[in-house]
């Protein structure tokens, strides 16, 4: 825990912005920004809590400021919209110390760099235990777009922008032998995958950019979770159908049990997961293309009280809304 | 701790919106809303931690929630802002129950309302051991209004929109017994100056619309080290003058020592600290008449090395920039 708040918000503020239109960064009472018009903003907020949805077995600070960050970028990206500040909270306990506090800071300012993101503003408090870091994120969406989760309709398709679970089966390698570890290089795909996920903006800007109508949400609490939330906001039944599943390369050496728990259980891979209707399917498919973004058709929206189906060839059974909790076996 | 995640959202989601620029609240991957021509946006961050901010002896969930929200949009108002929108995260221990925990989403929305702002969005996990609730909000400003930390320059008059120290002093005596004790008024009034504090939305309103070159804090980490922080963004002295330092009418029965340390030490009473030219001064005072708030003369800007001074009669001190703990002697 830095000893001198100045000095630390000082050592925190960087020498520029990159987005034009900041007013007043860090350093006053609040961040003052202007907006441009033909879009309307954004706004989300995650939090990341030690022992809740990291351990220092797992993640390394750099890994943790990375991630508290892009499962908020996701959301953005799940709207269609693009990144562009950001504020953080983070309560720091006094046995962290001010090297891996940075550590922290370093993983947010890499991934913000990608995404031309600059961090406005933040508050620093003491914790008696746990680190925590809460991030709120702003950004922007054209108007004319709408991705909405209520936007399903029976006889849309299903798609997904990647295989899921890989994120899952990352954390159990990592809580199984600690980050430190010797994995090989299918073990260190894995892991790169829970501690470094990649938010899948540019196929959110791809999707948004179609002006089709589209639900979509990021995958942060499993396939089979965020498909109920699109069913639930959008009042109808989403059947998926097993053989249409990716499975990613990584997981084929797992048992079918295992693998099949991380796809539909597992959490924070953060891709994409949508409903468009079949008209608009094939421009979506295109649009994605451009971006050398793959699209994976998975299943079908169909009229019926909220839930979730996965057919297996004649069998069907209804998935569970359960949520990902981290450290418990899913 | 809630059991279902997505009924907790569902009674968290307000019927409907104050602000007409909501495009969607509460439910999906971000809130989403417009913004109006003329006016800059205003972002700022503030999280409240069990046992380092308030203890369950101190504080009902109502004021929890209360000042959690008051501390942000005193933040706004220290930028001369409207509050317009918030969104909440929160991590919840198993020991608080489900009531305690409605009882702190009452307290922000009791003060939301007073200002007609909308909670659009928020993040629920668990805590393992504290309570903690990160608050950002966002608010406007209109474009020409610059009430920055960095405004003051030599010569300036000091001003203060309310006595301070009752908060602190309201904390000391639910530390010694227990907020659910018998007090009488006077101590009740300190109390409430702890538990209910009132963001001065209305004074950062008129000094906005001075359009004068003024420099503005709110007190939340004491007057010595608000000041300081003015004196230090504006590289100028500040010359506070203790004759003329408002004492709250309920701090006169407690001993000399006391009292000042609770007036120039003690945090959380979200008063405003401003510097004005001389030649606005008389214009800012009767923008707050209007709005029957008193100000108070409390000194000068210097020319200097940044830092605070307390003159009394002939003898002056450099007072420190200590910021404000809680839970330790100040």
Not at 86 to 109: C, F, N, Q, R
Not at 131 to 153: C, F, H, P
Not at 220 to 245: C, H, M, R, T
Request: proline share 5%.
């Amino acid at each position: 825990m830095p000893n001198d708040e100045f000095q630390w918000i000082q050592q925190l503020t960087p020498d520029r912005h990159v987005q034009k239109h900041v007013i007043e960064g860090i350093g006053d009472d609040a961040a003052v920004f202007g907006t441009e018009s033909g879009y309307y903003q954004l706004l989300c907020v995650d939090t990341m809590i030690e022992n809740v949805h990291f351990k220092k077995k797992t993640m390394s600070p750099e890994d943790i400021g990375h991630k508290a960050l892009a499962a908020n970028i996701s959301d953005i990206a799940a709207m269609g919209g693009i990144p562009v500040f950001y504020v953080v909270s983070i309560a720091v306990p006094s046995t962290w110390t001010d090297e891996e506090l940075h550590g922290i800071y370093k993983g947010m300012s890499n991934i913000a760099d990608t995404y031309q993101m600059d961090m406005i503003g933040g508050d620093t408090v003491s914790s008696p235990h746990e680190l925590m870091v809460s991030i709120t994120v702003y950004g922007k969406v054209e108007q004319d777009a709408s991705l909405v989760r209520r936007n399903a309709r029976p006889g849309d398709y299903v798609f997904l922008t990647s295989p899921t679970g890989r994120s899952a089966a990352g954390l159990e390698l990592l809580l199984k032998k600690g980050r430190l570890s010797d994995f090989n290089d299918r073990e260190k795909a894995l892991i790169a995958c829970h501690q470094r996920p990649i938010p899948h903006v540019q196929a959110g800007r791809a999707a948004a950019q179609t002006k089709a109508r589209i639900a979509l949400n990021d995958i942060s609490d499993g396939l089979a979770s965020e498909a109920f939330e699109l069913a639930e906001a959008s009042n109808v039944i989403l059947e998926l159908y097993k053989d249409q599943i990716p499975i990613a390369a990584e997981l084929r050496l797992y048992s079918e049990k295992d693998c099949w728990n991380w796809i539909l259980y597992g959490g924070e891979d953060f891709v994409l997961l949508g409903t468009v209707s079949p008209s608009d399917w094939p421009r979506l498919q295109e649009a994605m293309k451009q971006q050398s973004i793959e699209t994976y058709w998975i299943g079908e929206v169909k009229e019926g009280s909220p839930h979730v189906m996965l057919t297996d060839q004649s069998h069907t059974k209804i998935l569970q809304k359960s949520g990902y909790n981290h450290f418990r076996p899913t």
